[in-house]
């Protein structure tokens, strides 16, 4: 199976702040890679396909890079209703598999 | 829009089979998707359970591979998710999701989820 591994796994930071999370594949995985927000109670919602596409009606405050095995998440400037989980998801190969998750809160 | 919406008992004995529907609405469960399930634990992260494709091309996560069947009924527009043999680590809340196929490959839409509880 492909790990991947988020960091952080916490992140405290204020409105307006740049944010960053990392994800890293055990192994070359392409551009076959999402990242998801889960604000709590709900269901996922995805952000960024293809490691760096903007899914439809998201705010273009995210943005997504990498390829291989390492890919990134980047809020330019965070806004309260961001403040959620942020989780990686690798679609190269069977089976799926998702990052342990990144917590955004408010500072 | 699709829309996708869970269903199914949010109470199982241990040993017994966890049954989940998901009925799709505003598309066509016979598109060139993946249908999918993902359970997430509380307190945990998510965990990829399986999917299916029309014609029931189906592939499993192999950790939990001995006890998983997922179908497709074309006529109803849904799918189901079959859990057996289930014990209190199986606990979770249960989401069905469409999954894209080729290069925009992700999870697009998915379902509000439910609350399973495996507790005698």
């Known amino acids: 199976d492909i790990q991947l591994t988020q960091s952080p796994s916490f992140l405290s930071a204020s409105v307006g702040d740049r944010v960053t999370i990392t994800c890293r594949a055990s192994?070359?995985?392409?551009?076959?890679f999402a990242w998801y927000q889960q604000e709590p109670g709900k269901a996922p919602k995805l952000l960024i396909y293809?490691?760096?596409t903007l899914q439809s009606g998201v705010p273009s405050r995210f943005s997504g890079s990498g390829s291989g095995t390492e890919f990134t998440l980047t809020i330019s400037s965070l806004q309260p209703e961001d403040f959620a989980t942020y989780y990686c998801q690798q679609l190269n190969s069977y089976p799926l598999t998702f990052g342990g998750g990144t917590k955004v809160e408010i500072k | 829009q699709v829309q996708l919406q869970e269903s199914g008992p949010g109470l199982v004995k241990p040993s017994g089979t966890l049954s989940l529907t998901c009925a799709v609405s505003?598309?066509?469960?016979?598109?060139?998707?993946?249908w999918s399930w993902i359970r997430q634990p509380p307190g945990k992260g998510l965990e990829w359970i399986g999917e299916?494709?029309?014609?029931?091309?189906?592939i499993y996560n192999p950790s939990l591979q001995s006890r998983v069947s997922i179908s497709i009924d074309k006529f109803k527009n849904q799918f189901s998710l079959n859990l057996n043999s289930v014990t209190a680590a199986d606990t979770a809340v249960y989401y069905c999701a469409r999954k894209r196929k080729g290069d925009s490959r992700s999870a697009d839409y998915w379902g509000q989820g439910t609350q399973v509880t495996v507790s005698s």
């Open positions: 299916i494709s029309d014609p029931e091309t189906t």
């Open positions: 192994q070359d995985i392409s551009s076959y």
């Open positions: 293809a490691a760096s």
């Open positions: 505003g598309g066509s469960i016979s598109s060139n998707n993946w």
